[in-house]
C-alpha cells in the first residue's frame, strides 16, 4: 500500500491555472500506475487524466483534453496535473489515485487500490 497526500487546490478566476501535486509515501512509486478522479457535488467521482508506470503514456478525459497535463516523477515519488484554461465546471474535490503495476491506465474508480484524501479546486466564473 502506498500513502498518497494531494496539495495545490484553490481558488482561480476562470481561465486561470492550477497545478496539483500527488505525493507518494511508504513504497516506491516507480511501479505505480496513477489516476486524477474529481467529484463536485452531488455527482458521481470522474476520471480525469493518468499515467501509466511503465512507459509514461497518458490518458485524459474529453472534457480536460488540451488544457490538463499529467506528469510524474519517480525520483521525487510524485504526480503532478497541470490544470489550465480553467472554467467553473472544472470545480470539484480533485483526488489522486494509484495501484501497483496495472498496464492500461483504467478509467474506473474500482481499478484503484490506494486513494489521497482530496484536494479542492474552485474556479469561479
Keep these: 500500500q502506498v500513502q498518497l497526500v494531494e496539495s495545490g487546490g484553490g481558488l482561480v478566476q476562470a481561465g486561470g491555472s492550477l497545478r496539483l501535486s500527488c505525493l507518494a509515501s511508504g513504497r516506491p512509486f516507480s511501479n505505480y500506475a496513477v489516476g486524477w478522479f ?10 480525469v487524466a493518468g499515467i501509466s508506470w511503465r512507459d509514461g503514456s497518458r490518458t485524459y478525459a474529453d472534457s480536460v483534453k488540451d488544457r ?12 503532478a496535473l497541470q490544470m489550465n484554461s480553467l472554467k467553473p465546471e472544472d470545480t470539484a474535490v480533485y483526488y489522486c489515485a494509484a495501484r501497483k503495476w496495472m498496464i492500461a491506465i483504467a478509467r474506473t474508480r474500482e481499478s484503484y487500490d490506494d486513494w489521497g484524501q482530496g484536494t479542492q479546486v474552485t474556479v469561479s466564473s
Design 38 to 47: 474529481r467529484q463536485a457535488p452531488g455527482k458521481e467521482r470522474e476520471f
Design 68 to 79: 490538463f497535463t499529467i506528469s510524474r516523477d519517480n525520483a521525487k515519488n510524485a504526480v
